[in-house]
């Protein structure tokens, strides 16, 4: 059921980037900024998720989840090697949904914002450390957490002021890409905190990506009413 989940999911991301990527031209040419980083972020989010998803699927294809591949004249763990470069593209994914809240709302990015960059910067040196064990199907603790905690500070934070100024707005879309955010986590944190105990509780990852794709879909209908909606509050 996952193996075909992940190929189904993987078709719906890159149909929802093209879509979207038709749609643009249809914007207002103000709002046309706000929406590039729109499909931008959904680049990086099928582009990461390609190669966790397809990494998987290759290997169990093979001889399971514990296949390698030989890069650099070393062996590496291809369910590894798909989780890194997830980790990297998702927390790219939320860095972007950041400047597009400072962009569509106007607001200056303050202490909070910086702290939240400064977040994402943390996590990306911090996957670098040898101690990640990216060849290991399952994460190593205590970095499986070290490394998700400052993803989880990035996305709650960015959750955070995209419902705290859609309310202020009205904006009904964003509203609830933000409450997807917070979806998303809600199925994430127990994943992080209990999957070396009780690994069956990685099949939460599967509502988590569902949330993602809600966020693609919103998004696309937030588009698909402009010009006449405005996607600047």
């Known amino acids: 059921m996952k193996y075909l989940f992940d190929i189904s999911y993987l ?6 980037v093209i879509a979207l990527l038709r749609r643009q031209p249809m ?6 900024p706000v929406t590039e980083l729109i499909i931008w972020a959904f680049v990086l989010l099928a582009l990461g998720d390609t190669g966790h998803v397809g990494f998987r699927v290759l290997a169990y294809s093979m001889d399971g989840l514990g296949s390698t591949i030989s890069l650099f004249g070393q062996e590496v ?3 590894g090697l798909g989780a890194l470069s997830t980790a990297v593209t998702v927390t790219l994914f939320y860095a972007l949904l950041l400047v597009i ?12 914002g910086v702290l939240l960059f400064a977040t994402a910067a943390s996590r990306l040196i911090i996957m670098i450390f040898p101690q990640n064990q990216w060849n290991n199907t399952v994460p190593p603790q205590p970095w499986g957490l070290i490394r998700n905690l400052p993803l989880v500070i990035l996305g709650l934070g960015v959750a955070y002021l995209m419902l705290r100024d859609s309310a202020k707005n009205q904006d009904k879309p964003f509203r609830w890409i933000g409450i997807m955010i917070l979806v998303s986590y809600a199925f994430y944190v ?3 905190l209990f999957v070396q105990q009780v690994p069956a509780i990685g099949m939460f990852m599967i509502p988590k990506t569902l949330a993602y794709v809600a966020i693609g879909f919103i998004a696309y209908n937030s588009l698909s009413k402009a010009p006449a909606v405005s996607l600047q509050a």
């Open 11 to 16: 078709i719906v991301v890159w149909g929802l």
């Open 27 to 32: 914007v207002n040419i103000d709002d046309r």
């Open 77 to 79: 763990g291809m369910v």
């Open 101 to 112: 809240w400072h962009r569509r709302y106007k607001k200056p990015y303050g202490w909070f």
């Open 190 to 192: 127990p994943v992080i």
